[in-house]
Nanobody
């Protein structure tokens, strides 16, 4: 069973940057498209970025041009580089498979102060 462990969140001022990491156990990671999601208090979880097994990426309009998703299949890890952070980016961030879904991890809290 694949386990997902997110890390790298924290408190940052508006305009700052953070890099999130998601380490996945399991053999199918390299063939699975992966995504970063976020859930703000009182809101539904939303998909913000995806990366295919071949490295093609896609972004929600709200983060396009500021966030970059990438993956290292040799380390079973997917990353989310977040620049020019805004208070509305405050949320718990999760990763999960797109083609094959896994059990959700605990997420990592990102808080952006104004």
């Amino acid at each position: 069973q694949v386990q997902l462990v997110e890390s790298g969140g924290g408190l940052v001022q508006a305009g700052g940057s953070l890099r999130l990491s998601c380490a996945a156990s399991g053999r199918l990671f390299s063939i699975n498209a992966m995504g970063w999601y976020r859930q703000a208090p009182g809101k539904q979880r939303e998909l913000v970025a995806t990366v295919t097994s071949g490295g093609s990426t896609n972004y929600a309009d709200s983060v396009k041009g500021r966030f970059t998703i990438s993956r290292d299949n040799t380390k079973n890890t997917v990353y989310l580089q977040m620049n020019s952070l805004k208070p509305e980016d405050t949320a718990v961030y999760y990763c999960n498979g797109i083609t094959i879904g896994y059990t959700w991890g605990q997420g990592t809290q990102v808080t952006v102060s104004s």
